[in-house]
């Protein structure tokens, strides 16, 4: 996007905000998983889909040490290649997670165990997964006996099994108990009041990875060893641990324990006081990084004969024991590959990223017995010659033209130097990393809008710098990379320095778990022309850049994401995040529940400004941040105005936002009312569209 404009002939006249129909609570129930759940009681009987349909939370495997290939398991991927289930009974759950077969089995709706207390003997090759945010175990949890392996516990709420006393000896009515247990992955649950631990990992139990949980409202939280031995192997990374009094984790007799980016939470006043928070006993070896402790009393306490390293942590407002030492640990690096998040960040990260996630959904199932839906097809990419293909491109152009149903192209990881363009004839395709992060798959490049054509043909234009281009409708990306590398310092000669990393010009398109990486005009969310619909999701995911990195003129949510501020090539530091081109009439852009943050100076980046693309006077730009995070970077005045054009007269507006760059509602900074803020949610942005990760 140009930051030239042409001056408009005459000033359109602000307009009232158009108001959209809210969508009832059970429909924005639906928006996270589609009705194929059965959420609206239509359907109570579980069902089952043939391998390879399974819901999209089955394709993934585990990070940390549960990743790593051990005592004859290869790494952590549950109940992956197996039937897949839905349960509404406790009944269900029981028969199905204690089969001697694999199995990926979500939860949809309550459950409740009987009797209260109770805890499900979780057999091997298992995915346990709830339906969006309505999975919860009521009462009870789960117990993984010994040589119990290769299961994952996702996307739960397990609660409420607490006996109305605090310190509790009797009843061991824990969420998750391991005894003897290796490679199990716990990720993104909601664990809290039981009536013993959330969280036990006990008796030699290991290849264990612990991440993106919320873990609240307990005594002993979570427990690690319980064993004179010395073997357990576990990885605690990117979870928040709030009001909890003791076991935060305590950490006995562990060969190996790495714990990064974590954030531990007392807030004053409240009816729970934290006794102590990291805990190193015994003989364990820990690594303790980029950790975030908050009002904790003893936030890291070790035993004189465990070995503590701990670098990069953040301690507020902490007081008593905060130790290390006693040897050199390890080197966590030497076992898997992991990137840390900066520890000032991880307060923002975690209140918007831990805990069920609400928009991953699932492939269509069909009736038990019934013929299963069909298999996705699936190309596999990998720059080592062991894909199909060895080029992102080559894998698009193979798909067939006009494709009636969903084509997986699967990326292994590595970086892939090129440019991808998947055109309007090629439908339904999903183009995912199969790497254990999302930064182990990279598609980068690095054209400008001012960079020349080869032969002389001119330049590329911003929406032709695309590294990646998507002009077809129900587009997914999961779980890797896109990034534009131009380099500003090298190329001043060039007139034009957009250079778009990801421009999506269809309808219907879900980013899920990516990275979108540039400077200026990092993220183009267009539409296939002007008087054509493009709607487009994004969740759980990073954008970063500088001037207007998030514009275009489609309908889009960005949701449950981090948007991250860069300085320039020069190191100053002033842009703006947002530059919407709405049509009149539609959805602009929904930043909901997000974290904006970034190393730059205080009060040097607006919010967004209205772009008139061509001096289009008819357009009506909107952007709208809500329940959002801001940094201090952020300006008193948010917005500003563009080409010529007003933002005064336009949509801008924000809601119930906080951090240090939230401000009151002003003439520079208006603020939606209540009324005003329920026609202005996620389900009003994407209407009769379900996003559904497959």
């Not at 939370?57 to 290939?69: C, K």
């Not at 289930?85 to 997670?97: C, G, I, M, N």
């Not at 034009?496 to 778990?513: E, I, M, N």
């Amino acid at each position: 996007m140009s930051d030239h404009r042409s001056k408009p002939r005459h000033r359109r006249r602000k307009t009232a905000l158009i108001a959209g129909v809210p969508l009832a609570l059970i429909a924005a129930g639906a928006l996270a998983y589609g009705t194929s759940f059965g959420l609206f009681g239509e359907d109570a009987q579980p069902h089952a889909s043939a391998a390879g349909a399974a819901p999209a939370w089955a394709t993934e495997a585990a990070d940390g040490f549960a990743s790593v290939h051990a005592l004859g398991q290869k790494g952590t991927y549950g109940g992956r290649g197996g039937r897949t289930v839905t349960v509404r009974t406790l009944a269900d759950l029981e028969k199905y997670a204690t089969a001697a077969e694999p199995y990926v089995i979500v939860v949809a709706g309550t459950i409740r165990m009987d009797p209260v207390g109770k805890e499900i003997r979780v057999a091997s090759d298992k995915t346990i997964v709830g339906s969006g945010t309505s999975g919860h175990i009521v009462g009870g949890g789960f117990f993984l006996g010994t040589g119990v392996h290769n299961v994952i516990i996702r996307n739960l709420t397990i609660r409420d099994a607490y006996q109305g006393i605090w310190n509790d000896k009797e009843h061991d009515f824990d969420a998750v108990q391991m005894d003897g247990a290796h490679h199990v992955w716990i990720d993104h649950n909601d664990l809290r009041h039981m009536a013993d631990g959330l969280i036990d990992i006990r008796k030699d139990s290991t290849y264990v990875t612990v991440s993106w949980n919320k873990l609240s409202n307990n005594n002993k939280t979570f427990g690690i060893g319980w064993t004179g031995n010395v073997t357990t192997d576990l990885t605690v990374h990117h979870n928040w641990f709030r009001e909890t009094e003791q076991r935060n984790p305590s950490t006995d007799n562990a060969a190996h324990a790495h714990l990064y980016n974590n954030y531990l939470q007392d807030e004053p006043g409240t009816a729970i006081t934290a006794a102590y928070g990291n805990y190193a006993r015994g003989r364990t070896k820990m690594v303790l990084e980029n950790s975030y402790f908050d009002g904790l009393r003893n936030p890291v306490t070790r035993d004189a004969t465990a070995a503590l390293v701990q670098r990069g942590n953040v301690f507020s407002r902490t007081s008593g024991r905060n130790e290390s030492g006693g040897g050199q640990a390890f080197d966590p690096k030497a076992y898997y590959r992991y990137t840390l998040d900066r520890a000032a960040d991880v307060p923002a990260l975690l209140r918007s990223g831990a805990g069920p996630r609400p928009a991953i959904g699932a492939a269509a199932t069909t009736t038990t017995g019934a013929a299963a839906a069909a298999a996705p097809a699936v190309i596999t990419v990998a720059k080592d010659g062991s894909g199909r293909y060895s080029s992102i491109q080559k894998a698009v152009d193979a798909v067939p033209a006009n494709n009636a149903s969903r084509v997986v192209i699967s990326v292994k990881p590595g970086t892939y130097r090129e440019t991808v363009k998947v055109p309007s004839n090629k439908p339904h395709i999903t183009l995912q990393g199969s790497g254990p992060s999302r930064k182990d798959t990279v598609i980068v490049y690095g054209n400008a809008s001012g960079t020349p054509k080869p032969g002389g043909s001119g330049t590329y234009g911003t929406g032709g710098s695309a590294t990646v281009a998507v002009e077809a409708d129900d587009f997914q990306a999961r779980n890797l990379t896109i990034a534009n590398d131009f380099d500003e310092a090298r190329n001043q000669h060039l007139k034009d320095h957009q250079a778009v990393a990801l421009r999506t010009a269809a309808d219907k398109v879900l980013l899920d778990g990516v990275i979108v990486d540039g400077d200026q005009d990092t993220l183009l969310l267009d539409t296939a022309a002007k008087d054509r619909q493009g709607r487009v999701y994004v969740t759980g995911s990073y954008i970063a850049g500088n001037v207007d990195f998030v514009f275009g003129r489609a309908t889009a949510v960005i949701d449950r994401s981090v948007l991250t501020l860069k300085k320039r090539w020069n190191g100053t530091a002033a842009g703006w995040i947002t530059a919407p081109s709405t049509p009149a009439g539609r959805k602009g852009f929904l930043i909901n529940r997000s974290v904006v943050n970034g190393d730059v100076p205080a009060k040097t980046f607006h919010l967004g400004r209205p772009w008139h693309a061509g001096g289009d006077a008819s357009l009506d730009p909107q952007a709208t941040f809500r329940d959002t995070t801001l940094s201090a970077a952020i300006r008193p005045a948010p917005w500003t105005d563009m080409g010529g054009f007003s933002w005064k007269a336009d949509r801008f507006a924000e809601y119930r936002n906080t951090g240090p760059g939230a401000g009151p509602k002003s003439a520079d900074r208006p603020h939606l009312s209540d009324a005003a803020a329920t026609t202005q949610e996620v389900a009003d942005w994407l209407g009769d569209w379900t996003p559904s990760a497959s």
